[in-house]
Structures are given as structure tokens and as C-alpha cells.
């Protein structure tokens, strides 16, 4: 008896670079997924160039078109719900999404975010590092809740904060990380590592209290 692939859909607004990495985690057999679509609420979002080529079916959502954003929200349910995804990946989706849309996919619905959380939630999280004079910073990988930028953090990449840094090579470096801590984190919950008893994560049937810690190409708990 073959058993069925994870299926996961995935939300961009971008260049689609953490998608690049969850694509080729799939074709280099570290996830056992399969993506079924590729929403983003952008028509000239370069990630959606990306799902082309890999065979990915795609789909535009524009934002503007709505009149709020409960009912840009639902548009994008009617695409998802029939996929009946395992996982609802946001990957540099740039919207705030409603407490429906969370609720919907509670436990579900996965996002990546360019620094250690708590620390820095919102945009330009590179500076604030630089402009407080952190000695490290990194991105968090985090189940989605209704407060921007929360929700329990599964894994935190952690690079050194390097005297010659900039914003940009900054979040050059911090994406390197996000590329290798984003498909982990997926294949820990398609592969039913990661659960939840009420709002409490587990790892492999233990609480997860503190997130993971990716340093050195190296995974502690």
C-alpha cells in the first residue's frame, strides 16, 4: 500500500526564494510533500515563475480587488480547502491574514520570520538588529497565531552579527539559513514529529518550551 504524499500549498508575495528551497528539498527526497499550489497576492511575484518550471500549479489572489481582508482571505480558502492541504506554508507572504483565515488552519498554517522572536517582529528586522548592536540575530520558524509574528517557534537560526554588516549582507546571510531551517521544519510536521495538545507544542511527544537552535549547521534542542 502506497502512502500518500504530505500535501502542502504554499503563499508568497515575492521572489519566492524560501519556495526555491522547499522545491528542491522535495526533488532531493529530504521532504516526502508534494506542493499542490502556489497562491500569491501578487501577479508579478517571481516565485510564481519558479512553481512554473517545477510543474506547480499557480494561482493570483490580488489583494487590491477586495473591498477588506476577511473576504481576500476567504477567496484564498476556496482554492485551498479543495487541496485539502496537510500544511499551509507562508513564505514571504506579505499580508496580514484574519483571525478566520488562522482559526481555519489552526496547528496547520506555518511562517518564517527574519529574526530571533520575540525580538523584532514586523519589518526591517536587519537594522533594528544592527541599530541595537546585536552580536547575533537569525530568523524563527513559528506555527501561525492571531498576534503578528507569534505563535510557537519551532526552530531559530542563530548567525553572528559581523562588525562589516550591513541591513543587506545581514539578510543575505539570515536567508542562507531560512533555506535550510524551512524545509526541517516541514518535514518534522508532515513526518507527525510536531503536534499540539491544546495550544501546546510537541516534539516527538514532549513540549517543545524553547525553540530548536540551528548554529554551525549543527540542530540542539
Known amino acids: 500500500m502506497t502512502v500518500a504524499k504530505a500535501s502542502l500549498v504554499v503563499l508568497i508575495s515575492g521572489s519566492g526564494s524560501n519556495l526555491q528551497a522547499i522545491i528542491d528539498a522535495i526533488e532531493n527526497k529530504q ?14 511575484a517571481f516565485g510564481l515563475e519558479r512553481a512554473t518550471r517545477a510543474n506547480i500549479a499557480t494561482y493570483v489572489v490580488e489583494h487590491k480587488k477586495f473591498p477588506d481582508r476577511a473576504s481576500f482571505d476567504r477567496a484564498m480558502m476556496l482554492i485551498i480547502d479543495p487541496l485539502k492541504p496537510d500544511l499551509v506554508i507562508l513564505a514571504g507572504f506579505m499580508r496580514i491574514l ?6 481555519h488552519y489552526q496547528h496547520r498554517l506555518i511562517n ?4 530571533l ?4 517582529k514586523g519589518l526591517n528586522t536587519h537594522q533594528q538588529a544592527l541599530d541595537n548592536k546585536d552580536s547575533t ?5 513559528h506555527y501561525v497565531s492571531h498576534e503578528l509574528d507569534s505563535g510557537p517557534v519551532v526552530i531559530q537560526a542563530e548567525i553572528p552579527v559581523l562588525d562589516t554588516d550591513t541591513a543587506a549582507s545581514l539578510a543575505s546571510r539570515v536567508l542562507k539559513e531560512e533555506h535550510l531551517i524551512y524545509p526541517m521544519v516541514i518535514g518534522m510536521h508532515t513526518a507527525g514529529r ?10 516527538d511527544e514532549k513540549p517543545l518550551t524553547e525553540p530548536l537552535i540551528w548554529k554551525n549547521q549543527q540542530l540542539s534542542r
Open 98 to 103: 484574519s483571525d478566520a483565515f488562522i482559526d
Open 31 to 44: 521532504l516526502d510533500a508534494e506542493i499542490k499550489a502556489v497562491i500569491s497576492n501578487k501577479a508579478s
Open 194 to 203: 510536531l503536534t499540539f495538545k491544546g495550544d501546546q507544542l510537541n516534539l
Open 137 to 141: 540575530h537569525g530568523a524563527s520558524v
Open 112 to 115: 518564517i520570520h527574519p529574526s
Open 117 to 120: 522572536l520575540p525580538k523584532y
